[in-house]
């Protein structure tokens, strides 16, 4: 069974940092990428980052290019969304989802049903104060 559970998310002033975390479970990062969502409130989800399962190679939004890195530790089944200069909008929840495909800007996820817990995490809320 795939299931995604991200943690890390919390309340921060704009110019902070915070470090978001997507542990995975029974599977593993061969077989699927791992991307970042993210969705303020009123607006669609949108793509914000996503690292490949082949060779490691990470995507970034435009909006978030420069500020926010992805890292992860296979061992621990686990990725990483670094983000720093945070900024108020910025604010939203933050899922991580299995990818079929995430490269050259392309995020492709393996189910779009959002309630789909095996492949879609439950999202973790990050505020950034003015």
């Known amino acids: 069974e795939v299931q995604l559970v991200e943690s890390g998310g919390g309340l921060v002033q704009a110019g902070g940092s915070l470090r978001l975390s997507c542990a995975a479970s029974a599977f593993t990062f061969d077989k699927y990428a791992i991307g970042w969502f993210r969705q303020a409130p009123g607006k669609e989800r949108e793509g914000v980052s996503c690292?490949?399962?082949?060779?490691?190679?990470?995507y970034y939004a435009d909006s978030v290019k420069g500020r926010f890195s992805l890292s992860s530790d296979n061992a621990k089944n686990t990725v990483y969304l670094q983000m720093n200069n945070l900024k108020p909008e910025d604010t939203a929840v933050y899922y991580c989802?299995?990818?079929?495909?995430?490269?050259?800007?392309?995020?492709?996820?393996?189910?779009?049903?959002?309630?789909?817990?095996?492949?879609w995490g439950q999202g973790t809320q990050v505020t950034v104060s003015s």
């Open positions: 690292i490949s399962d082949s060779d490691g190679s990470t």
């Open positions: 989802a299995a990818l079929a495909h995430c490269s050259s800007g392309v995020m492709v996820v393996v189910t779009p049903a959002f309630d789909d817990y095996n492949y």
